[in-house]
Structures are given as structure tokens and as C-alpha cells.
């Protein structure tokens, strides 16, 4: 089948490692698709500078393409719930992540909650935490895109959807 858009379906383009690949995706006018846990917020501001410098030599307005991030989110009844109920699968996940990737071993990572969350690599607490910390990344890079994944860190399936079903009622809209 064709496909629906004109001239093509929208792509994008996940940057997380290579400056160039920020600028690439900008001069080609692809969307951006970022993971926050690779950098720090600062230098993550002025990648995504990058591409928006790029977009703006291309001739594209920066508003006409998209920023998307992704992160682990964990919406709890409270924030007291939602630090008991998600740091333990929290610290699993990245324990595990670094597990698989030997370099980043001994680098110093806080694997808790707090120091995830203060550093923006993930969204957890309450919904109005979680909005707080989603309003930050829109308002400071301009993300205009979550993906966001809410199982993690062999987290019980009840856990998850409820954290799903707090994220569609309270922090979507």
C-alpha cells in the first residue's frame, strides 16, 4: 500500500551518542528521538541546539519537527508509594543496564531514585511530581515527544498498570 502522508512517513532519527548524529538528523529534517540518561542535562541542551541550528540552515522553522525523549515512568498513589514501589525495579533496570555495558562500570552512577530523578533520567513520584519533571524537559529543551516506558526492572504487572492507568487519568491530560 502507499503510504498516507506526502511525500513519505514522517522519520526519526535516535541520537544518543555522536554529536554529528544531532547535526545529521537536523540538516536532513528528520525528527529527533533522545535518551536523557546519556548525557547531562547541559550538554544534552546544546546537542539538541545543534539540530535545531541545522534544521534552521536547511531552511526547516524548528517548530515543525518534533523532539521526542524517552524515560522510565512511574506514576505512584503518592510520593511516599512511589518511591517505595518503583526504586527497587529502578535501581534493577540500570544495574542491569550496566551490566551489559562493561565501560560504564565504576563510573560513579547513583543508582537510587533521588539521584535518578534529580538528574531528569527518569519521571517518578506522584502525578504531580511526574508533571513537574515532564514540564521541565518541555520548557528547558523544548521536548514536545515522551516515550515512556512504565514495565521495567521485573516490576509486578499490577504495579505497572496501575502506574499506566495514573499517567492516563492524571498527568496526560
Known sequence: ???????HPPVWVGASRSDDTFRWAGRNGFNLMVLPTSYDRPVLRQAIESYRDELRAAGIEPARRHVLA??????????????????PYLEATLRMNDARNPARVGRGVEYTLD?????????AGDAAQCIDQLR??????TVDTVSCTFHFGGMP???ALDSIRRFAERVMP
Open 1 to 7: 500500500p502507499k503510504p498516507v502522508q506526502t511525500p
Open 70 to 87: 524517552k524515560f522510565h515512568v512511574y506514576v505512584g498513589a503518592t510520593p511516599v508509594t512511589a518511591e517505595r514501589e518503583c526504586a
Open 115 to 123: 539521584a535518578q530523578r534529580d538528574k531528569g533520567y527518569v519521571i
Open 136 to 141: 521541565s524537559w518541555v520548557e528547558d529543551l
Open 157 to 159: 504487572q499490577d504495579l
